[in-house]
């Protein structure tokens, strides 16, 4: 066992998690088993409190298997990044050390010699592609992609002796170029996660769920030959984690505090999707944002240009940070642009997928983890609401904090009657984050958050004292049904001393796979639910 190694069990010591457990077991199991009465009081009282097994899902996806890759995705997408903010960290180190920019760089900005080397490195890559894609290399046309490859490869050994660099700075230059390539199949991914999982701080494996946990995720995802691949990732505004305290602060080249949103945009063929994928908490902006808890008006379409004074559509109020993080003015990327995040996905998903007869017939599929999943509610929303060209978004949220208002319920709430939007919501059981302050702090006009969505809370399957999962849903004109919602998911459900490992991406995980929630959960399906009048109390 490796140094790293020791650390991430001693950080994740199970004997240390079993005693407290063990010392608080007494306090939690009188709890749980209240709550348990308390439902079955509902339940005598006509609330729908327990989910009927199908008999046959009529081809639709069950529960478990559309939360199951959308949490995995929601879990990569911090890994991931962080190996690439890592990467880019190296480059540029390695660039100022060759004399190819100077000494400090604002954020991961590429000089002009260095971009000049990324491009011509790439160009060789683009065309090794071409030939490995060509077929048989006796034709005319893959005898032209061979010319091109060889052109390129001279090209760049030209620039090497122009900017002093030796081969084997090249081959450690095309290293990390080729680690941090915007569209990458996730059979690569996992490549770059086996080779160069070194390159991650042991601090953040721990927090992360470790190496063995992030390699596991990516092969389930390809597991049976699937045709997965990140179509695009932005994250080149984004900072490495805050774990890394030189790092958070912006000493190391990074943005810091004023680092972006990191998303991504993956197809999967096989099944006929396109995921966005929101991440969450990783950096120290987003740390940030998650502290903001005051509201501001939720107005679409979000910052497009400073010249744009298109009437904007009120749905509510929101989390100001959240608001602002997705649909606010970005800093000027390399186009020149200064527009929302929220903006350039919906052009993206419309120019590259959604306005192609290619992609016909695709499910548009928006998921997060923590800040992510309020995000992708957000997103969600976004999508549904301007009458955008995009099919009608399912909405796979994970650990999410409160998003919106009242009013956003009910916004958000219609367009699910309509069909156009489906919201699986996970919760763990004693997460504090999906229900840690549910109200703003100003004192003098201060205003109450709702959850929206149909929402799958998920308990520890090896507890007696606790169901595998619970369901729950705003329903229409139900009291009795919220007062069960609320006494639920009170401050009593907390377990402060479970934070954060009751929150982490590798608990759902665990949760979710447990035998009998598994066996449960793919035995209904979100369709099925949102059609149930008992549980909606739609007409």
């Avoid at 077929?135 to 032209?144: D, K, R």
């Avoid at 494996?205 to 063995?212: I, S, V």
């Avoid at 932005?234 to 305290?245: G, H, P």
């Avoid at 907390?494 to 447990?514: K, M, T």
Wanted: hydrophobic residues 35%; charged residues 25%; proline residues 3%.
């Amino acid at each position: 066992m490796t140094l790293s190694d020791t650390i991430i069990d001693f950080l994740q010591n199970k004997v240390v998690l079993n005693t407290i457990n063990v010392v608080g077991w007494p306090v939690y199991t009188s709890r749980n088993l209240c709550f348990r009465a308390g439902d079955t009081v509902f339940k005598v009282l006509g609330v729908s409190t327990e989910d009927t097994p199908l008999k046959s899902l009529c081809g639709e996806e069950s529960v478990y298997d559309l939360a199951k890759p959308n949490l995995d995705y929601s879990a990569l997408i911090y890994y991931y990044t962080e190996l690439r903010g890592e990467v880019r960290r190296k480059i540029v180190e390695l660039a100022v050390e060759k004399k190819l920019m100077p000494k400090l760089a604002n954020g991961y900005q590429y000089s002009e010699k260095l971009t000049a080397l990324h491009n011509a490195i790439m160009s060789t890559f683009d065309w090794e592609e071409k030939i490995e894609s060509g077929g048989v290399p006796e034709t005319t046309e893959q005898i032209e992609l061979l010319k091109q490859y060889q052109s390129s490869v001279k090209k760049l050994d030209e620039l090497r002796k122009t900017y002093g660099l030796d081969e084997g700075d090249i081959e450690i230059f095309k290293t990390y170029f080729s680690i941090v390539r915007e569209s990458k199949p996730l059979d690569e991914v996992k490549s770059d996660l086996v080779r160069y999982d070194d390159f991650i701080s042991v601090l953040f494996r721990a927090e992360f769920g470790g190496t063995e946990f992030n390699r596991n995720i990516v092969e389930e995802l390809i597991q049976g030959g699937k045709d997965i691949k990140i179509h695009y990732i932005d994250d080149v505004f984004a900072s490495c984690s805050f774990l890394d305290i030189k790092n958070a602060f912006g000493l190391r080249g990074s943005k810091g505090a004023r680092a972006e949103m990191t998303w991504a945009i993956v197809v999967n063929k096989t099944d006929k999707k396109i995921i966005v994928v929101f991440r969450g908490t990783s950096d120290l902006k987003e740390i940030i944002v998650d502290l903001s808890w005051n509201m501001t008006d939720c107005e679409f379409p979000g910052f497009t240009s400073i010249d744009n004074t298109d009437d904007k559509k009120t749905f509510g109020r929101v989390n100001s940070g959240f608001y602002e993080y997705l649909f606010g003015e970005t800093d000027p990327q390399s186009n020149g642009s200064t527009k929302s995040k929220a903006e350039e996905i919906i052009g993206r998903l419309r120019a590259d997928f959604f306005e192609k007869d290619e992609f016909d017939g695709y499910d548009l599929v928006i998921t997060g983890h923590s800040l992510g999943g309020a995000l992708s509610t957000l997103f969600t929303l976004r999508c549904a609401a301007l009458d955008e060209p995009l099919p009608n978004v399912t909405n796979v949220s994970v650990a999410s904090p409160f998003v919106g208002n009242q009013e956003f319920r009910e916004n958000f709430r219609d367009l699910e009657m309509q069909g156009k939007i489906r919201h699986l919501r996970l919760s763990n059981y004693e997460d504090v984050v999906p229900w840690g302050w549910p109200f703003t702090i100003d004192l003098l006009d201060r205003e109450c958050y709702k959850h929206v969505g149909m929402n799958i809370r998920l308990y520890d399957g090896n507890q007696i004292s606790t169901p595998n999962y619970l369901r729950f849903y705003p329903k229409l004109n139900a009291p009795i049904n919220s007062l069960r919602n609320t006494i639920q998911n009170s401050v009593l459900s907390w377990n402060l001393s479970g934070f954060p490992r009751f929150h982490q991406a590798n608990e759902y995980y665990q949760r979710l796979h447990h035998e009998r929630t598994k066996e449960q959960l793919s035995k209904i399906t979100l369709g099925h639910l949102y059609g149930d009048k008992n549980i909606t109390g739609w007409p």
